[in-house]
């Protein structure tokens, strides 16, 4: 993979203060009964008169987009600034460094954090993963849409947003997509804990992801933003994967999403080793990384970060330009163990959060900031990376996975993978 030279302009609950609590989201903050959830289906109908949502870079001809179902979506051709196709590694030929940004529950409120960190990738050459969670695109008022497994209809433990930052949220899933970002899914309602997705059966998750598919599809007709562009892109082929609430619930949920076509899970946790397959998907879970000062590691996430330094609640402000050194230094170390050693991908999730004063969004802006403009270092979304793997030979990515932790290859790559 060739980096690109140039660009378009355009909560978690902790299992205490250890190591490696796991992981959910803290953010601001349903599908009819018996009905197919799918684009082309159910109540909705496509709006008439509004604008269609002319993807200036679709189509050089400027042919309209192919509106899906009600309009939510739209075929608009293929995504703009995308790297190369990816090729095999050459014998002999050292990987890309990767480097994986993605969000949790990605959603634009008052905070405007996801234009801030979409604004820093345009900027810095990094393309990432935005996990969007179903509910920012359902009004509060059509909650009772939502029937999530376990629990009463239009039940949620993250809220929904207000019909301002909805539309403020479409307007950011619409330029991030153009900017060669992905929209990937948190799913819905973020339930953990003992009712939560760790008891979901298959079943279950497969009506979340139904549904989160469905609320993306038909905004439009329980919004009644009948006369807002389109999303650019069709779900069904955009939505390939996503991350678990809590990172809970994993094992089913893999046999959920390789049935529903999805690439990649990054719901467990992991060690910075090259990735494999489970059930055919792609587990590219979270990774242990070093946090300096303290004799343990944690998960390279805004929120293990801050339980292991103030708990899970926002602490004294004088340690917070402490903490925020902390979190930096412990992804950079995690970058470089990786960049000098295996040249596994680094993968860091995060959630558009005000914690401790805002410390982690600022660290992980300066970590974007320092690691993807370099050469050799290519800051890519999840689909990005799995498009990477699947071309690559089966006996070189298994050879990759026997290296550990900041292991460099024997003899060098040359020698190592030497064809």
């Known amino acids: 993979m060739v980096r690109r030279t140039t660009r378009l302009t355009a909560t978690l609950v902790a299992t205490g203060a250890l190591a490696l609590g796991l992981a959910s989201c803290s953010a601001e903050n349903g599908a009819e009964p018996g009905q197919d959830r799918g684009g082309d289906q159910g109540e909705s109908t496509p709006g008439e008169g509004g ?109 929904y947003l207000s019909d301002e930052h909805i539309a403020d949220t479409l307007d950011q899933l619409r330029l991030a997509w153009h900017e060669g970002n992905e929209i990937g899914t948190h799913f819905n309602g973020h339930f953990c804990g003992p009712t939560g997705v760790d008891s979901w059966s298959v079943d279950d998750w497969r009506s979340e992801i139904e549904q989160a ?9 329980t919004t009644g933003l009948t006369d807002a562009d389109p999303l650019p892109f069709d779900y069904e082929e955009e939505l390939i994967g996503g991350r678990a609430p809590c990172l809970e619930g994993q094992e089913n949920l893999l046999s959920a999403a390789a049935e529903m076509g999805f690439r990649y899970d990054s719901s467990g946790n992991a060690q910075q080793v090259w990735p494999g397959q489970r059930n055919g998907v792609w587990d590219i879970s979270l990774q242990s990384v070093p946090m300096p000062g303290r004799s343990f590691e944690t998960l390279a996430m805004d929120y293990n970060f801050m339980v292991n330094q103030s708990g899970p609640e926002s602490g004294d402000p004088a340690m917070w330009p402490t903490w925020q050194a902390q979190m930096h230094d412990g992804l950079i170390a995690a970058f470089d163990r990786a960049n000098e050693g295996n040249r596994a991908p680094l993968i860091i999730g995060n959630h558009f959060n005000q914690w401790n004063g805002g410390i982690y969004m600022d660290a992980v802006a300066d970590v974007i900031t320092e690691l993807c403009p370099r050469e050799g270092v290519e800051c890519v979304s999840f689909r990005q990376l799995v498009d990477w793997l699947d071309v690559q030979d089966p006996e070189v990515l298994d050879r990759l996975r026997g290296l550990g932790v900041g292991e460099a290859p024997p003899g060098g790559w040359e020698t190592f993978l030497a064809g």
């Open 213 to 221: 598919k469905w609320m993306v599809q038909n905004w439009r007709s």
């Open 51 to 159: 604008d269609t949502g002319q993807d200036p870079d679709a189509d050089d001809a400027g042919a309209a987009p192919q509106l899906i179902g009600d309009g939510s979506t739209a075929v608009t051709g293929p995504q703009p600034d995308q790297p190369p196709p990816p090729e095999p590694l050459a014998p002999g030929e050292e990987p890309p460094q990767f480097v994986v940004f993605s969000w949790d529950g990605a959603g634009e409120d008052g905070t405007e954090l996801f234009s801030r960190f979409r604004e820093i990738g345009e900027r810095y050459d990094a393309d990432m993963t935005f996990f969007l969670s179903g509910i920012y695109l359902l009004p509060e008022s059509e909650r009772l849409r939502y029937e999530p497994p376990g629990h009463v209809p239009g039940a949620s433990d993250i809220g």
